[in-house]
């Protein structure tokens, strides 16, 4: 069984505690947080709130701010056990040397008050050894997870595909709600919507997908929809998607 010390309160430490305590294949061994009031469920491992001095264990798991990473990785006595972070954008080689490094990466978006079946979430893992790249594989098995080796450039590619499919269109969202609330209208007509775009990238490319004013290049809707748009963000945004679109599409 694999012996786990989570480091971190935030949203990804959140859901990972989770569902390790879901799982009988995992020793979670200590939580290690600052602010203990932040631990927002009941969980089976003892709550520490030293960061420096880490018992014995497995696998340290840094679910922290990126900015955190490399300063509280050289703050950890010599340990061990591997010492992984959990972010999408910080380079491995940003862990202290001193330690076993790797990357055990969630490709998901987590809110703490949102329920979350964590075996669904792909982790992206990186080490300098195969035996280590095996013990986060084994890791992610443990938690019922897919597993994807992948490198610190790919990772980094893949999170910023990951802000445009995840961060800004949920900006969208919001000033689609903005648009809707002006109107007088409820979101929630266009939660079907939203919902079938979504399920219809899941059979068809994105680029398959696409329909809409600017794929047909429709002047006097494209037109009139500017004309109604009273925000000058909200106007820069739909031209430049249109733009976007019709290039795509050779419009």
Request: charged share 20%.
């Amino acid at each position: 069984m694999i012996s786990v010390t989570l480091v971190g309160s935030g949203n990804v430490a959140h859901h990972l505690a989770k569902a390790m305590d879901d799982t009988s294949n995992i020793a979670f061994s200590n939580w290690v947080v600052r602010d203990t009031s932040k631990v927002l469920h009941e969980t089976t491992a003892p709550i520490v709130t030293d960061f420096k001095k880490i018992p014995s264990t497995d696998i340290v798991i840094l679910a922290i701010s990126d900015d955190a990473i490399s300063t509280y990785s050289s703050q950890i006595e010599t340990l061990k056990a591997l010492v992984v972070h959990t972010s999408g954008s910080v380079n491995l080689s940003d862990l202290d040397k001193k330690h076993r490094r790797g990357v055990f990466y969630p490709l998901q978006t987590f809110s703490k008050k949102r329920v979350l079946d964590f075996s669904k979430v792909p982790i992206c893992i990186e080490a300098l050894t195969k035996q280590d790249l095996q013990l986060l594989k084994s890791l992610s098995d443990a938690l019922g997870c897919k597993s994807v080796v992948i490198s610190s450039d790919q990772r980094s590619a893949l999170h910023i595909a990951a802000v445009f499919v995840n961060n800004f269109t949920n900006q969208l969202y919001r000033i689609a709600h903005e648009i809707s609330d002006g109107s007088r209208l409820d979101f929630a007509i266009l939660k079907p919507l939203i919902l079938e775009t979504a399920l219809k990238v899941q059979d068809l490319s994105p680029y398959q997908a696409q329909t809409g004013p600017a794929l047909r290049n429709d002047k006097k809707t494209l037109k009139r929809h500017l004309k109604q748009l009273d925000n000058e963000n909200h106007k820069l945004i739909y031209e430049l998607l249109t733009k976007s679109i019709q290039q795509t599409h050779g419009r």
